[in-house]
């Protein structure tokens, strides 16, 4: 069974530019939720997706957004890049429903560098 | 707002060594608790989930406990290897409206284990 697939896994961008990472859950999940990972706030909640729909989001600003596709895959998209955004970005599924153990899997991250 | 801590936040043990490393969180309305490892530059790698009715799950030679009225939890590793060296995370997850369910973190152990 296929893991959690993100890329790209590296990425270099400069301040003011946009990017857009990619996840891919585990088949059958549809729950894809996003962590950004810094050496100072350590790993923190984006947001989360269930079938096509953001049911939270964290604390970030409005430049941070994402969504999710009928085949559960899931994007986030940062828009003018702060040096602050350099970060690993984590992907989580899950199925989440009720009677599950809400058992979370990480993709490898993508990796961003702002310059 | 739930805040986990984990203690202490470096670890050096020689080989061999039982050890035990500590996550407390604030709020004991969680859903579940997972420890997480984590390797240089890699994501997340699940070790242990304790459901919020359990009080512990056993996998090899790792074990966690998990007492919520106290809001505490303990991984408990035993014959540490130098393989075992990386970053342990604690994360409660909790329900946070609309059918979502979000993970907090806390900012992990880093375990190395001296050959």
């Known amino acids: 069974k296929a893991g959690v697939t993100q890329t790209p896994r590296y990425l270099i961008k400069t301040r003011g530019q946009q990017v857009t990472l990619s996840c891919s859950p585990i088949?059958?999940?549809?729950?894809v939720s996003w962590y950004q990972q810094t050496p100072g706030q350590g790993l923190q909640f984006l947001f989360e997706?269930?079938?096509?729909?953001?049911?939270n989001k964290g604390n970030f600003p409005g430049r941070f957004s994402g969504r999710q596709f009928s085949n559960s895959r899931s994007e986030m998209n940062v828009s003018t890049l702060e040096l602050g955004d350099s970060a690993l970005y984590l992907c989580?599924?899950?199925?989440?429903?009720?009677?599950?153990?809400?058992?979370?899997?990480f993709g490898e991250g993508s990796r961003l560098t702002v310059l | 707002k739930q805040e986990v801590t984990q203690i202490p936040a470096a670890l050096s043990v020689p080989e061999g060594e039982n050890l035990v490393l500590n996550c407390s969180f604030t709020?004991?309305?969680?859903?579940?608790l997972q420890w997480f490892r984590q390797d240089p530059g890699k994501g997340l790698t699940s070790l242990l989930l304790?459901?919020?009715?359990?009080r512990e799950q056993t996998s090899g030679r790792l074990n966690a406990s998990l007492d919520k009225s106290s809001g505490r939890s303990t991984l408990y590793i035993a014959a540490s290897q130098p393989g075992d060296s990386a970053t342990y995370l604690c994360?409660?997850?909790?329900?946070?409206?609309?059918?979502?369910?979000?993970?907090?973190f806390g900012k992990g152990t880093k375990l190395s284990v001296i050959p």
């Open positions: 989580a599924s899950g199925t989440l429903w009720v009677t599950n153990t809400g058992e979370l899997f």
């Open positions: 088949s059958g999940h549809r729950s």
């Open positions: 997706y269930f079938s096509e729909t953001q049911r």
């Open positions: 709020d004991s309305a969680i859903y579940n």
């Open positions: 304790i459901q919020s009715s359990q």
């Open positions: 994360a409660v997850m909790v329900e946070s409206g609309a059918g979502s369910y979000q993970l907090t």
